[in-house]
């Protein structure tokens, strides 16, 4: 019975290691629309030939009134959850849902500038002597 228990505890840790490693911690490079379904992201860069941009904005506002797509701001840290080409999957720090956006928005690699609240707290101590 104890050599059943430490073995489902391995299953259940192993399992816990693979997810973990297979989550990426970043930011975002700038303001970006990101939705649950990755279809309705594909749609809208169909739109991308649309030289005012109303076709594109009047799609994203039906999506995210919806709920469907949220905009994410720039410095927000996400975790990157899949990819799958140019597009991926961010959920952002703390939420549930994973959001399709794309790849050039997302920072593998941000400096601690770039992090909101990261360049406050390094020079807010700090006073005169």
């Known amino acids: 019975m104890k050599t059943r228990s430490l073995k489902v505890a391995f299953v259940v840790c192993g399992f816990f290691t693979l997810y973990q490693?297979?989550?990426?911690?970043?930011?975002?490079?700038?303001?970006?629309?990101?939705?649950?379904?990755?279809?309705?992201?594909?749609?809208?860069?169909?739109?991308?030939?649309?030289?005012?941009?109303?076709?594109?904005?009047?799609?994203?506002?039906t999506r995210a009134e919806s709920g469907d797509c949220l905009q994410l701001t720039r410095g927000q840290l996400v975790d990157v959850d899949e990819r799958d080409g140019p597009l991926w999957c961010v959920r952002p720090s703390g939420g549930l849902d994973c959001f399709w956006t794309l790849e050039k928005a997302v920072d593998l690699y941000p400096s601690k500038a770039s992090v909101p609240g990261e360049q406050q707290q390094q020079s807010g101590g700090r006073g005169r002597h």
């Open 21 to 61: 490693t297979t989550v990426q911690s970043a930011a975002l490079k700038g303001a970006i629309m990101a939705c649950k379904d990755q279809a309705d992201i594909k749609k809208a860069l169909q739109h991308s030939s649309d030289k005012d941009g109303k076709a594109t904005a009047a799609y994203f506002k």
